[in-house]
């Protein structure tokens, strides 16, 4: 293996060795107000971002830009090309992105020339950013989309944009990310039972063909929640293994976190230097931000009890 690896892999574990951890997070969900929770992530990696957070949002978009900056870190550390690994497990920031833009157009009254929310930097984990950040309208989005990796979302739409674009970051993830293959089509499992069977919303064409690329074409043609999860892949069962009813995603989501996490230590624990350990980090460190992000939200819910953050993570 290439010292190139070696070194990233390195830093790799020195960052995750910060991760505050499931006890870290709990001690930030005993904060008894709003004021207190982001002042909590003084004592942790997320600090540098989150000194100015003065409300929830903006204390869980720090903790989202901390996670982006590592990854931009190990992409830096990576050897040339190697950036390629992590472009589609960073997606979800460009997601983002492009969802802020789209809230503050559609908002009633808004300019539609009106900077949005300061964009993440992704620097060279972005996939298609400034191009989409030029376009001025959702039909202007929506084909700059289609002109790149992202795909065609099949409407333009702030609902079909988004939601394209996530499907696209899990067939993008599966199919460049083989260490990472389950966990796309667990997340695509997630992403389409909740379209289908809790929003009951029809998934444009090219969202449809990619769910049915991860998941299984009988999967997507079920008419009842329970028909999907008993057809989903062998890769994408487990996320919903015994989750009988839609309202009850919640806790395959959990699920889903809980499992990246197992296996993301499992694998950055091997005794190599290569690309699965590299996104095994990259796996830890998300669910660290996940859970410190959901840890904020007790105090700003006044009081909201621990059993329930507990539950979730």
Not at 8 to 32: D, I, K, Y
Not at 61 to 90: D, E, K, N
């Amino acid at each position: 293996m290439s010292a190139g690896w070696v070194a990233t892999v390195v830093r790799a574990r020195a960052l995750t060795n910060r991760c505050p951890g499931p006890a870290g997070a709990r001690e930030m969900a005993s904060a008894v107000t709003l004021e207190d929770a982001p002042h909590r992530l003084a004592g942790t990696p997320y600090r540098k971002y989150a000194r100015t957070a003065v409300e929830l949002p903006e204390a869980q978009r720090a903790v989202s830009a901390t996670l982006l900056w590592h990854l931009r870190v190990l992409a830096g550390w990576l050897p040339p090309g190697g950036a390629r690994l992590l472009r589609p497990l960073a997606a979800a920031c460009e997601v983002a992105n492009v969802a802020s833009r789209l809230t503050t157009q559609n908002r009633p009254g808004a300019d539609p020339d009106a900077p949005a929310r300061q964009p993440y930097r992704l620097g060279a984990l972005e996939t298609a950013w400034r191009s989409l950040d030029r376009a001025r309208t959702p039909a202007e989005l929506r084909a700059a989309l289609a002109a790149s990796a992202w795909g065609d979302p099949g409407a333009d739409t702030p609902w079909a944009l988004v939601l394209g674009m996530r499907m696209a970051a899990a067939r993008r993830t599966a199919m460049a990310v083989p260490s990472a293959r389950r966990w796309a089509r667990g997340r695509a499992a997630l992403l389409t039972a909740r379209e289908m069977f809790v929003h009951e919303r029809r998934l444009p064409g090219p969202v449809r063909r990619d769910a049915a690329e991860l998941l299984g074409s009988r999967a997507v043609d079920a008419p009842s929640f329970r028909d999907f999860r008993d057809r989903l892949s062998s890769e994408a069962c487990w996320v919903v293994a015994d989750v009988e009813e839609p309202g009850e995603l919640w806790r395959a989501e959990a699920r889903w976190w809980r499992v990246v996490d197992r296996e993301g230590v499992d694998m950055l624990r091997g005794g190599r230097y290569g690309p699965r350990e590299v996104v095994g980090a990259v796996a830890v460190l998300s669910v660290d931000a996940w859970r410190v992000r959901a840890a904020l939200e007790p105090a700003a819910r006044a009081g909201r009890p621990l059993e329930e953050f507990d539950a979730l993570v």
